[in-house]
């Protein structure tokens, strides 16, 4: 009931509006300063996430499989994530301003809070955590009033064009 409400419901809808305005443009003032600063420069945090991995009770580290995604391929690669993160956190900001491919927005924003997470960065990501799930969950209605209200089924309609207009090939 409450998934149908969430869905469905133009209340629902402005609701969420305001959700997705909020994280969108938490989102995209953090993006905006690391695109507009001094120079953004993951190498140390990603450093001190490798140096000081989150510890279980028992001692030993919980993430270890992402402490070694760190080492093996984020930190030989920081160009690539230096250009990533400020450039997705500015994306997913717009998207979920704009209501523009909200459901995508979402789910990038969340892959990147929990990142932080696994890193052993708690800051704001559970709130975000929780509206962005929010934002994900409700899907289309999320972004109904917004962009998505006329982007996806412009889509949809010329996918389908593309669809129908391509020959099937027969299997022998």
């Known amino acids: 009931m409450f998934a149908e409400f969430l869905r469905e419901n133009k209340i629902a809808a402005g609701v969420l509006t305001v ?6 443009f938490h989102w995209m003032t953090a993006g905006w300063g690391k695109l507009t600063g001094d ?6 945090y990603l450093n001190n996430a490798v140096a000081n991995p989150v510890m279980g009770s028992d001692g030993s580290m919980v993430y270890g499989w992402y402490v070694s995604f760190l080492e093996a391929f984020a930190l030989p690669n920081i160009g690539l994530f230096n250009f990533m993160i400020p450039m997705g956190e500015f994306l997913v900001g717009l998207g979920l301003i704009l209501g523009c491919f909200t459901t995508a927005a979402a789910f990038f924003g ?6 932080f997470m696994f890193a052993g960065t708690v800051s704001s990501n559970p709130m975000d955590i929780l509206l962005g799930g929010i934002i994900l ?19 949809r309609k010329t996918l389908n064009k593309k669809a129908d207009a391509a020959p099937l090939k027969e299997t022998a």
């Not at 969340?110 to 990142?115: H, K």
């Open 19 to 24: 959700l997705r305005l909020y994280l969108g």
């Open 39 to 44: 120079g953004f420069n993951a190498a140390g």
């Open 110 to 115: 969340l892959l990147m809070n929990f990142s």
């Open 137 to 155: 969950f409700a899907g289309y209605n999320a972004g109904r009033i917004g962009l998505d209200r006329y982007v996806l089924p412009f889509l």
